[in-house]
């Protein structure tokens, strides 16, 4: 078996993870870093990230390490939370015993794989990058205002006037959609997540979308720019009277799994909309039956 281990560029405290991982797999299986994560053990081979050909990818980090490295790689990653919140991930590397049981996991194949849906888009003709948690359309600068136009399909079907709008996969209802107020949508359920930034009506409203739409969003003619950013990477300026155009990717994002299900990963990370007290922590890839 070939594991692949890519960290967060500049957070040393990942450094210490990355070592336990390694001594975690010793000479089970083989191990590439990727070039993030190569002074973690200088002797062994690094690669780019998106040259990087293993069987699983472990990635240390938070949410944004997550991210992109599912925007850089294909390969099945198993993300392994050090961050804050770390809403992908199922392994906590800060719970004792979680990060190597984990790792126990994967080097004896006692794992899952699970797809999660992606949106692909283009400004006016241009493609963009894929986004595993949405695209954000927002005026520029920030701060300002704009109106904007809404299809579905090619037909038109309103305007919200807000200082952007975010089209999230079910993944992303739990990132930046959420802050705005959208619905909280479990991943098994596919579907797009309309939702405005900071409408300037109070009661405009998300809406949860056919994943087959195709989803129109035009910033009306009004002095200013507008911007789209796909997972809260580079923003690319909006032509005049271009539009963004968002529909389903036919590429898909693949996490490795151990069984932790979708509410015991948001349990104790005050995502959820009802108390949380009566629980100390939620599931552990710990606390499951060891590898046979």
Not at 181 to 186: A, E, R, S, W, Y
Not at 218 to 246: H, S, Y
Not at 265 to 290: C, M, N, Y
Request: proline content about 9%; hydrophobic content about 45%.
């Amino acid at each position: 078996m070939k594991i692949g281990l890519t960290v967060h560029p500049t957070k040393p405290e990942v450094r210490p993870l990355g070592a336990r991982v390694l001594a975690a797999i010793g000479d089970r299986a083989e191990v590439v870093l990727s070039d993030s994560a190569a002074a973690i053990d200088p002797k062994r081979p690094s690669v780019p990230l998106d040259q990087l050909r293993t069987d699983v990818l472990i990635a240390i980090g938070g949410d944004g390490t997550f991210l992109h490295a599912l925007r850089r790689s294909s390969v099945p990653l198993c993300p392994v939370n050090a961050g804050t919140v770390g809403v992908l991930a199922e392994v906590d590397a800060r719970r004792p015993g979680e990060l190597e049981a984990a790792v126990g996991r994967i080097v004896d194949g006692r794992y899952s794989l699970e797809e999660r849906m992606k949106l692909a888009g283009r400004s006016g003709t241009v493609p963009l990058p894929d986004a595993v948690n949405e695209y954000v359309v927002h005026a520029a600068p920030v701060g300002a205002m704009r109106s904007f136009e809404i299809s579905f399909d090619d037909r038109v079907v309103g305007r919200v006037r807000a200082d952007g709008l975010i089209v999230a996969t079910p993944t992303g209802s739990t990132a930046y959609s959420l802050s705005s107020f959208g619905p909280i949508v479990d991943p098994a359920v596919e579907g797009m997540v309309l939702t405005a930034i900071a409408p300037f009506r109070a009661e405009t409203r998300a809406l949860v979308a056919d994943p087959l739409a195709t989803v129109g969003i035009r910033p009306v003619e009004e002095p200013g720019g507008a911007v789209v950013i796909a997972d809260g990477q580079e923003p690319v300026p909006l032509a005049a009277d271009a539009r963004v155009t968002v529909y389903r990717s036919p590429r898909r994002a693949t996490l490795v799994r151990f069984g932790v299900g979708f509410l015991e990963r948001l349990r104790g990370k005050r995502i959820l909309p009802w108390s949380e007290e009566f629980a100390a922590r939620g599931g552990s890839v710990a606390d499951l039956p060891p590898a046979a």
